[in-house]
């Protein structure tokens, strides 16, 4: 048994949900390197115009441009699903939902943010974007939103995930992208890493040095991010926007929100829109969930820190494990980032959101057992969710308690089975960051106020 809950084309939201008006302090300014705040004409040697503006606003309600709601047609509404056979298989009271992302052309959730910046950037004259990617899915994102609107899209992927993920290469060659390992040798950047390290497996932080490099010294070229600033975390609210209003069709509303965080795009999508419901007394407790092995925000400092690690970035308030922490060659590339959203950072600083770390070979177990109850086999990203939401589900079983339990099942894993390959031969490890090796990146923090 499975029950799927739906929504018309019409029930797309036609606005973004903007946290920052209900955030219970503004949020910290971003500084530049002598220490100063800066504003946002910092970002525009990089970014178009309204995309700027998003990165600011303090409206509640951004509205979407019906030119992006006619792209998200292709996939959205996303529909919502009530597990009842994976219920079932952990004999739990609990009532455990998810929101499937994975029907998106690129089979994830990333699209959703891809789309509306290929859409500012051509409504303003760019013709080429560079970006970052880890796992690939935010690449194939952005390549796919390049061709929907005529864009020319140049992809530096973490060379582990370049060797691990060759079909996400190919996703984003079929839609025109090119793609190259990072680090190259095309950047500054990439040099000054290869030079260290010939062997060097790359990192988000390194890759997101590479694409900002690329942007800044070409006119025709903006970046494009996948996850972090403000603006990406406000287009993926789509998907807690949509979940409420399912949610409401079957007359249940979630005790508990669980998605992945890395940098905090999946997670923010999912939990933002029930945190306005939190803030006006709802009670909801919305839980991050972050690999073991790349510790943010259970492990990680308070700090201003660059977002990249070369240091081209403005310097972003944030749970951090230092800008040239270079996380283990984990499967869930896409949660292989030194620091975290400075949103999901502040509201978690605060007490407004919590946080769990779980182990590699436990959310491969708990994908497996997800795929066995409900036939959709989730992205390793996806996979850290589902092993907080089972654990809950488990508790409930426990304590007889009947929660509502929600997770964003944010992207398929067809391209992961290497990875799924390895858990089943028994080759795939737990790994827990040394705590010396984090003390020894935090040690290297830049030295500013606030920091």
Request: charged share 20%.
């Amino acid at each position: 048994m499975q029950t799927k809950i739906l929504l018309e084309e019409n029930e797309i939201p036609r606005h973004w949900y903007n946290v920052v008006a209900d955030m219970p302090n503004p949020p910290a300014p971003p500084l530049g390197p002598d220490g100063n705040p800066v504003g946002p004409e910092a970002l525009s040697a990089i970014f178009p115009q309204r995309v700027i503006e998003q990165e600011v606003a303090t409206d509640r309600w951004i509205e979407i441009p019906e030119p992006v709601r006619e792209a998200y047609a292709l996939w959205r509404p996303a529909p919502l699903y009530r597990a009842h056979r994976l219920e079932a298989a952990l004999g739990t009271p609990a009532r455990i939902y998810y929101k499937y992302e994975g029907v998106s052309p690129a089979g994830s959730h990333k699209p959703n943010s891809a789309i509306a910046q290929a859409y500012y950037n051509k409504r303003e004259g760019f013709t080429r974007l560079a970006t970052e990617t880890g796992a690939g899915q935010w690449g194939s994102s952005l390549a796919f939103a390049g061709e929907m609107f005529g864009l020319d899209v140049r992809v530096y992927m973490v060379k582990v995930s370049y060797e691990q993920k060759p079909f996400r290469r190919s996703m984003m060659q079929t839609w025109g992208a090119e793609v190259l390992p990072s680090p190259t040798d095309r950047t500054e950047a990439g040099r000054k890493a290869l030079a260290e390290d010939p062997e060097n497996p790359g990192s988000l932080g390194l890759a997101i040095s590479e694409a900002v490099e690329d942007a800044a010294g070409r006119e025709d070229t903006n970046y494009a991010l996948g996850s972090v600033l403000n603006h990406v975390l406000l287009h993926q609210t789509v998907i807690g926007l949509e979940a409420k209003k399912q949610f409401d069709k079957v007359g249940d509303y979630p005790d508990m929100v669980f998605a992945p965080c890395g940098g905090g795009s999946n997670f923010g999508g999912a939990a933002f829109p029930f945190l306005a419901d939190k803030a006006s007394g709802k009670e909801v407790r919305l839980v991050a969930v972050e690999p073991t092995s790349c510790p943010t925000l259970t492990r990680g400092h308070y700090a201003y820190d660059f977002g990249d690690s070369q240091g081209l970035t403005p310097l972003t308030l944030m749970y951090t494990l230092g800008h040239d922490f270079m996380p283990p060659s984990i499967h869930a590339g896409g949660l292989r980032y030194h620091g975290d959203s400075a949103l999901v950072s502040q509201l978690y600083n605060e007490g407004l959101l919590e946080a769990v770390a779980v182990p590699q070979v436990e959310t491969f177990r708990a994908g497996v057992t997800f795929a066995r109850a409900e036939g959709i086999i989730p992205a390793p990203e996806t996979n850290h969710a589902i092993r907080a939401c089972m654990d809950e589900a488990l508790r409930c079983k426990e304590s007889g308690e009947e929660k509502t339990l929600f997770f964003n099942l944010s992207g398929h894993g067809h391209f992961d089975m290497a990875a799924y390959d390895k858990y089943f031969s028994g080759a795939l490890e737990n790994y827990e960051y040394p705590a010396e090796a984090i003390d020894a990146a935090l040690h290297r923090l830049p030295k500013v106020r606030g920091g």
